[in-house]
């Protein structure tokens, strides 16, 4: 199973993270230079928080080996697939309790700011291919995949 780890020591807060999750999740097709950094449509999966001390923390999903999400998840929209570990979310079946919002042990699930119908989570890029495009874009590596086992 592959996923997202974070190594905060090393990030500067570039936010490279955080637009290539927006760039990646747009609705209208395009490049990141004519991504509009304003539209709340345009939302990332991911955010960096800046400490009192200086340094950052990158939030991103986690994948949970038990899912707080998922097990709070009343009508099946988020689902963690044995095979890749990977927390998955269905927005046709998401009542918008966001009861996952709630449980999230580390504050990373939201609700969407255009509607709040439904809720903004990573999806691993999975659309686009091997790796996802948080982890292409942190230029100092703090962002990386790795194999884990359970």
Not at 23 to 36: F, K, N, W
Not at 93 to 103: A, D, I, L, R, Y
Request: net charge neutral; proline share 5%; aromatic share 6%.
């Amino acid at each position: 199973m592959r996923r997202i780890m974070i190594d905060a020591s090393k990030c500067d807060g570039c936010k490279n993270c955080t637009i290539a999750c927006m760039q990646a999740h747009r609705e209208t097709p395009g490049t990141v230079y004519d991504l509009d950094l304003t539209d709340i449509r345009n939302e990332s999966r991911n955010h960096i928080e800046k400490l009192p001390d200086g340094t950052y923390r990158p939030i991103f999903c986690r994948h949970c080996d038990q899912p707080e999400c998922v097990m709070s998840c009343m009508s099946g929209a988020l689902t963690k697939d044995p095979k890749t570990g990977l927390v998955s979310y269905d927005e046709t079946k998401c009542g918008s309790c966001f009861m996952c919002v709630m449980n999230c042990p580390f504050g990373v699930l939201k609700a969407d700011t255009a509607t709040r119908t439904k809720v903004v989570k990573c999806d691993f890029c999975l659309q686009d291919g091997a790796e996802p495009n948080c982890v292409k874009a942190c230029p100092k590596q703090a962002i990386y995949v790795e194999e884990v086992s359970l």
